[in-house]
């Protein structure tokens, strides 16, 4: 039987819709696969940080670099929660300008601290509650905040926690609005509970000398 040209056409255009799904979903089903190898890469570099749990300095300097790399944040902070006094204290920060990390624990170096609720570290270590703000100038939850804080257009910061109590919190900034992609949030919200591990780790090592 012999088609006609309309339904030649059907078919054809049958043919191309499906090839465009397929190409689609192939498309698709390798980005999740490569955001998937990504998220193990960076798990395994913050594992591999806390070989060197005898030096907090290195444990901190290997996860702000891992952040750094594989984030479109500008600059990252590690700060811990004093649990007898309420009180975030930042351990270590990086920007992607530095030669190397800040680290606050050594010589008497004593990082910037915050209190529950004060700023939007603080808030999110009251409320154990991840923020991302594409535009802090347009975020009216902290405005105070943000008046304080600089030329900053973008913010990621997310809750450290340890059998549902904060233990900290990991703050990521870009001078840009809109820095942070969706992959972003998905990559911190994975390895924050790694991080969280990683520097509790180093608390407990740190008070078996003390």
Not at 74 to 80: F, G
Not at 128 to 151: C, H, L, M, N, Y
């Amino acid at each position: 039987m012999v088609k006609s040209n309309s339904e030649k056409t059907a078919l054809q255009q049958a043919i191309a819709e499906r090839g465009k799904l397929f190409s689609e979903e192939l498309a698709r089903t390798n980005a999740r696969f490569e955001e998937r190898i990504r998220e193990l890469s960076v798990v395994r570099r913050i594992v591999d940080a806390l070989k060197d749990i005898q030096d907090a300095r290195k444990v901190f300097e290997g996860i702000l670099d891992t952040i750094i790399d594989e984030t479109n944040a500008e600059n990252c902070s590690l700060m811990l929660l004093d649990p007898e006094t309420d009180v975030l204290v930042v351990k270590a920060a990086r920007s992607q300008t530095d030669s190397e990390s800040r680290y606050y624990g050594e010589g008497g170096a004593v990082g910037r601290s915050f209190r529950k609720g004060e700023g939007i570290a603080g808030w999110v270590a009251e409320n154990g509650e991840s923020v991302s703000i594409s535009d802090i100038a347009k975020d009216k939850r902290f405005v105070d905040a943000t008046q304080a804080i600089g030329p900053i257009g973008s913010i990621l910061c997310l809750p450290l926690s340890l059998d549902g109590a904060v233990v900290g919190v990991v703050n990521l900034s870009h001078p840009l609005v809109g820095a942070f992609t969706e992959a972003d949030v998905r990559l911190m919200a994975l390895v924050a509970d790694q991080v969280a591990v990683a520097l509790h780790s180093v608390q407990l090592f740190d008070h078996t000398l003390q």
